[in-house]
């Protein structure tokens, strides 16, 4: 239960009840409700159901759980220069790096 | 209605679904997946029992003096109207032509028949039929016959139509829907989803925004280049209603054979990926009008590749898995992490969902 | 689709599965509760890929499935009443009332309509004030304050013709009565993320203190899954249980305030009848005073409907993790989506569906091979 879809933040209109964002899932868009994240941003990551966005996601918390994870550094698009990488999804490339103490 | 039912009620315990639910017509008898089947296999067998319809490919095909024909039919209901990439005419040019290509016919002739809504707009019939005229041409297939049927206001849904062909099977070609063997290779000639996709983001209610067009397309380049590469090609089938999964299904139950397929090898584009995680969909269920599945002896695979990826429709095309002599009727996929996963045909069509 | 791709990476889901197996100690029973992470585990194989002495159990984390027959008896009644417009979510259509479910009351004549937001359902209700809008409002406190914002909308706006029956049910009380059954046998609990992300998991902190049991407040992907489930066992080879939070990225401790805030305003706590469970006390959402006149089970007088859960289908024992699908005896035989017993069976991600549709009762090694 919950099916809820991280997409990009890349328009706003409206305030508090009615703030509405229009959101990128990477391809479609979708209009979603921004009542409950009064602090999102355009160009944030937030978390949508039902045409409700009930999150921001927290980019450097979510860089450091999948590195824990990994062991991968995770990259962006800016600083794939000059790294061997393996690419996940057309915008995210993972670079693996040697981590000693794996948990 | 299954023996089951019926136990169950004898004995006075509540049935969830009581024989009632058959007595009228539901939306998911016509979704392309179980409920359609138990309607043909139910009532339109039986009643209009005939060799070349058990076959029950994309078309029927039968013997006239000595020359194979092939014979099929669509009827066109979608709403909306019109949508990214075509309309309700192209689509139904398309759609005929294309089943007489899964037969390994060349096509013939078309009819088209409308059935319109009284307040229809005529700007629209325009537009629809200049549409129908222009895949018509590039098709090579003429529209030869028709027919026009207008009903009362409300009773209608705007226009329906309907398009039948007729088409001459290639000499040498055998292709039919039980012929696929152990060994084969299966492939797609291109990426999956994206009609039923696109036509969704039209409809008002779901009101999500995509530049995805349809995929709606005439397959015949594609197929002549196919079985000129392939003259042994086993089974041609397009993926519409029910998407990949529910034909590989139909293939696998017709040929009494085991489909294993790898998941990373099916193309779907990013948009539909998106489209289909938003909506809780499998894109693997999803309508194309634009794609087909071929089922090749495995040493005809590549050059079969080699010949559709010549083709500007075609640079997609992928071997995505091959059938086996496991369980006959079952399709598995082997995902990207090494497990695996049965598709079987849905009951109806995918709802949408939220959890 | 970036913030989902990089959680399907298949090495370092690979890379987990092997930490996994060297943290677990003996045999142990993990119980998701979520009917998503149910639908990803099945989706993804992530079963078959899990050390075999760990078993992954599925407990009462579908809505759809729990909820009781007698409300969607409601539903049905509400829906053929006149000029009702029924608006639900997908999910809900073809769960089996006594006399069939909301699409083939559609069939029958009723105007049932999808949709995907219940904010789509106050815009009907909007432009077509002759008929009477009536939206079902499912889910777990994921849902709640987008079903609440519908509320305070339509009550703001004044429309009269919208009105809306409720079923939410709480997940916390749930787990409270399984953890406490004499026969419990589960080990460790996966948390549901979303759920988590709207009301903070202060609640499964006091649930894991009193039930000394781990829990790990856990996403959808597989790699969020498979990292919660490495957690719970971690802390079990440890002798530890205490909440850890997997999904940290949208999950804070305290929840979404905002969200919750509107689910205060316009909801109270109220008992529920779970379908398998019973009645569990203070286990849902039911309107506040202020906002009762949007109570489609008062409008349409049928909150006194009472209707006796057929006693074949053991989806209680299903719900609580007691009762493997593929070990029921009428799976695949009696019992299957295209003539369910239950609701696990026909909802997408009730358990029961689920196995069956990704085929588990048998799927062969050799067959499965290429």
Known sequence: MCLAIPGRLVGICGDGDLRVGEVDFGGVSRDANLAFVPEAAVGDYVLVHVGFAIAVIDEAVARETLEALTMFEVLTDEETQNRGQVQVSENLYLSRVSRGGVG | MKPDGLESMAAGLACPLPIEEDSIVQLAHGGGGRKTAHLVDSLFLPAFASPALDQLGDGAVFDVGGQRLAFSTDSFVVQPVFFPGGNIGSLAVHGTVNDLAMCGAEPLALSAGFVLEEGFSMDDLRRIVAAMAAASAEAGVPIVTGDTKVVNRGRGDGIYVNTSGIGRVRDGIQVGPDRARPGDAVLVSGPVGDHGIAVMAARSGLEFHTTLLSDSACVLPLVRALLDAAPATRTLRDPTRGGLATALCEIAISSGVGVSLDEDAIPVRREVRAACELLGFDPLYVACEGRFLAVVPAADCEQVLAALRALPDGDAARRIGEITDGTPGRVVLRTGLGSHRRLERLSGEQLPRIC | ?370
């Not at chain 3, 409300?71 to 006594?98: E, K």
């Not at chain 3, 899954?225 to 949208?250: D, H, I, K, P």
């Not at chain 3, 799976?331 to 003539?339: I, L, M, Q, V």
Request: charge should be negative.
């Open chain 3, 1 to 370: 689709m970036r913030h989902l791709d990089e959680y399907r990476d298949p090495v370092a889901i690979r890379s987990v599965l092997d930490r996994i197996d060297g943290a677990l100690a003996g045999p142990a029973t993990l119980m998701e509760v979520c009917g998503g992470q149910t639908h990803a585990i099945l989706k993804f194989g992530l079963d078959q890929l899990l050390p075999e002495r760990l078993r992954l159990i599925h407990g009462p984390g579908c809505p759809v499935c729990v909820t009781p027959l007698e409300q969607i008896d409601r539903a049905l009644a509400i829906a053929a009443a006149p000029d009702v417009t029924f608006c639900s979510f997908g999910d809900m259509l073809r769960v089996p009332g006594s006399t069939g479910d909301l699409l083939l009351a559609k069939a029958r004549g009723a105007d049932v309509r999808i949709v995907y937001s219940p904010m789509d359902a106050v815009a009907i209700a909007r432009r077509e004030p002759d008929r009477r809008v009536v939206f079902f409002a499912v889910g777990f406190e994921t849902t709640a304050p987008a079903n609440a914002m519908a509320a305070l909308t339509a009550a703001r706006e004044g429309l009269g013709n919208f009105s809306m029956l409720v079923s939410h049910v709480l997940v916390p009380p749930a787990l409270k009565a399984l953890l406490g059954a004499e026969d419990c046998q589960i080990d460790g609990l996966l948390a549901p993320g979303h759920v988590c992300v709207v009301t903070g998991q202060r609640d499964y902190e006091d649930l894991s203190a009193r039930f000394h049991i781990p829990i790990v407040v856990t996403g959808f992907e597989p790699l969020d899954l498979l990292s919660g489930v490495l957690a719970a066992v971690t802390q079990l080879a440890r002798g530890e249980a205490g909440v850890e939070n997997q999904y940290a990225r949208v999950a804070l401790p305290d929840g979404n305030a905002a969200a919750m805030r509107t689910v205060r305003e316009v909801f109270d706590v109220c008992d529920r009848k779970w379908r398998g469970l019973g009645e569990i006390p203070a286990s849902g959402f039911g309107f506040a005073p202020a906002f009762a006149h949007l109570d489609a089970e008062r409008v349409f007088g049928v909150s006194e409907l009472r209707v006796e859960e057929p006693d074949d289908c053991p989806s209680g024992l299903v719900l609580q993790g007691r009762l493997l699908p593929t070990a029921c005896p009428h799976f695949g035989k009696r019992c299957t989506p295209d003539h369910p017993l239950g609701a696990p069976m026909v909802s997408v991600e009730g358990a029961c569906a689920a196995y069956f549709h990704y085929g588990r009762e048998a799927v062969a090694a050799e067959e499965a091979c290429a």
